[in-house]
Structures are given as structure tokens and as C-alpha cells.
């Protein structure tokens, strides 16, 4: 859906944007069938079972990012980073030597590249570039880890100090804002 730009209403879709938009959806859904397909037919060199959730999230993810960059929606943009990063992460764990363990940390980011997708169309940027660096912040420091760049004890206290830092910076910019109400 649409919003005015200025206000929260949601303005609804045209009926080109309707139908542009179930058209899109339509083939990235044939898309990822006829990769499943060739796939259990054996063209494709890959199991079904492993190539079927990236297709899915990865097809879902594009339909929505197209139907959202229609709709200059931030909230269904926010949506389609979301699937993005988690579809991204199930073709990374196919495609490469890394498992879930060592790409478990772009689920932790996921929120955060949501709102990088949204942050286009939004009205309020800051709240969202704040959560970005908070969710990317928090994953690279559990990618530390997981990819064995420093040990999971120097990683979880890394991770505590970035969490109570983000707690004092909230907490200051809340005072901060009440404080300068009362003044004014």
C-alpha cells in the first residue's frame, strides 16, 4: 500500500499499480517453480530440498521489494529486506562452505537491512538509521564469533558492552528530549 508522504493515511493502489504489481508476483512465482522443477528433474545440480527455501524466500522477497518500490510503501519495502536477508543467507549456506552456524548473525541483521530497505520512502529517517546500526552493529559482532575471528568470551562481552552502550546512548537522548520539552 501507499501512504500520502505526510501523513500515515494509506492511499490505495491504482489499477495499473495493482495489476503491475500481481503481475511481478505472478512470475517471480513461476520463476521459482520452474527452478524447482529443474532442479528435481535433475538439470540443475542441487537437491530440491536445499535450494527450495532460498528460491521461495529469495522470489517472495523480490516480489515484494518490486511491488513496494510500485507503492513507494516503506513498510512493505522494510518486509522485502527482511525475506531478502533471510533468503540470502539460505542461498549463502547452499552456495558456500558456510553453515547456519557460522550465518546465524544475518537473522540478528535482518531487522536492521529491513530498515535500510525502508529507510527510502520513510517520512522519520533517524529511528530507522538508529536501528540499523544497532541490529548490524550487534550481528558483527556476532559474526566475530561465529567465524572464529576472536573467541565466543571476548565476542559476548563485546556484544554486552555494545548493548549497554546503546542502553546509556537511549537513555541520554530520552532525557535529552524531555529536558529540551520542559525548556521550551
Known amino acids: 500500500m501507499k501512504t500520502s508522504g505526510t501523513t500515515d493515511a494509506v492511499l490505495p493502489l491504482t489499477k495499473k499499480q ?3 504489481c500481481n503481475i511481478v ?9 520452474i527452478i524447482l522443477v529443474l532442479a528435481g528433474n535433475g538439470y540443475i545440480n542441487a537437491s530440491v530440498s536445499r535450494i527450495a527455501a532460498p528460491t521461495i524466500l529469495l522470489g517472495f522477497g523480490i516480489a515484494v521489494l518490486l511491488s513496494a518500490l510500485i507503492a513507494k510503501n516503506s513498510l512493505s519495502m522494510w518486509f522485502a529486506g527482511v525475506v531478502l536477508a533471510c533468503g540470502t543467507t539460505s542461498l549463502l549456506e547452499v552456495l558456500t562452505a558456510a553453515d547456519y552456524g557460522n550465518l ?26 538508529k536501528a540499523i546500526l544497532f541490529f548490524c552493529g550487534l550481528a558483527v559482532l556476532f559474526f566475530m564469533g561465529s ?25 541520554i537522548e530520552n532525557y535529552m528530549l524531555k529536558d529540551s520539552e520542559n525548556n521550551a
Do not use: D, H, Q, R
Not at 508476483?25 to 517453480?33: F, N
Not at 544475518?106 to 520512502?121: E, H, R, T
Not at 567465524?147 to 537513555?171: D, K, P, Q, S
Open 104 to 129: 546465524f548473525p544475518v537473522y540478528i541483521a535482518a531487522p536492521g537491512i529491513g530498515c535500510m530497505f525502508s529507510v527510502w520512502f520513510a517520512e522519520n529517517k533517524f529511528p530507522l538509521i
Open 147 to 171: 567465524f572464529g575471528v576472536c573467541g565466543w568470551g571476548l565476542a559476548c562481552g563485546l556484544i554486552a558492552a555494545f548493548c549497554g552502550t546503546c542502553v546509556i546512548a537511549i537513555a
Open 18 to 20: 495493482k495489476c503491475a
Open 25 to 33: 508476483m505472478g512470475g517471480l512465482m513461476v520463476t521459482a517453480g
